[in-house]
């Protein structure tokens, strides 16, 4: 049997039905001479199995193209979507330090200390005869840090140590009423924006918010650890 032509047709939107054409001058398939029941079934029943199989052939390549395309085309929206995700990530990390930093300067301004300084000043001022061992638990910084920003925060006259203890050696603090009076027309949120808004988290959007963060700085190239117990305005 010789095979002229193979070609499809569409019926519907997805069935595609193979069609076969066989050659008109096979004498042993086809004879325009030849009308006998017998020529006739067995060129009919021939057809009937070439038809079959070339439907088989394009069944089982069928769904593999399909696939293929689908997956093409899935690959590429993943990867659309990946760059997109990634540049909304930075645009909100962009808002972020914007935020914090037109906080501290506004607080520069208002008041003439650091953000770190103001937010030392809050924590004695909820926490009256708190200690620098506290106050850096409360910032979550190192304790030589806390003990920086209350001699810088004492110079400007904006506490007072009151020392206790058989042996003198606790050291508690007092706002003075300049302090006071410096909590008193400091911008909110007082301990700052960033600070703030962690406070306010639920604790489970805490967790996935600090592993997210963990996997980020670990593919991050540079990562400065160091600056983990730095106040941020001091960064």
Wanted: proline share 4%.
């Amino acid at each position: 049997m010789r095979v002229v032509k193979e070609w499809t047709r569409r019926i519907g939107s997805d069935l595609i039905v193979p069609m076969l054409l066989i050659d008109g001058n096979d004498t042993r398939l086809q004879n325009r001479n030849d009308n006998s029941p017998g020529a006739r079934s067995g060129a009919f029943h021939i057809n009937i199995i070439a038809s079959h199989y070339i439907l088989c052939k394009y069944i089982s390549a069928m769904p593999r193209a399909k696939r293929v395309a689908k997956s093409r085309r899935a690959g590429g929206t993943r990867a659309n979507n990946g760059a997109e995700a990634a540049r909304e990530a930075l645009r909100k990390f962009r808002i972020i330090f914007s935020s914090v930093r037109k906080h501290f300067e506004d607080v520069q301004s208002r008041c003439g200390v650091s953000g770190a300084q103001l937010w030392v000043v809050f924590e004695i001022f909820r926490r009256p005869g708190v200690r620098v061992s506290e106050l850096a638990q409360a910032l979550s910084i190192h304790q030589s840090t806390a003990s920086n920003l209350v001699a810088g925060i004492e110079k400007k006259g904006l506490l007072l140590k009151e020392r206790s203890g058989p042996d003198q050696r606790v050291v508690r603090l007092h706002l003075t009423r300049k302090g006071k009076e410096v909590v008193a027309k400091a911008p909110k949120p007082v301990m700052g924006v960033l600070p703030d808004a962690l406070h306010q988290l639920p604790s489970k959007a805490l967790r996935d918010l600090n592993a997210n963060l963990d996997t980020l700085i670990s593919l991050m190239r540079l990562a400065d650890e160091a600056a983990a117990t730095k106040p941020l305005s001091d960064l």
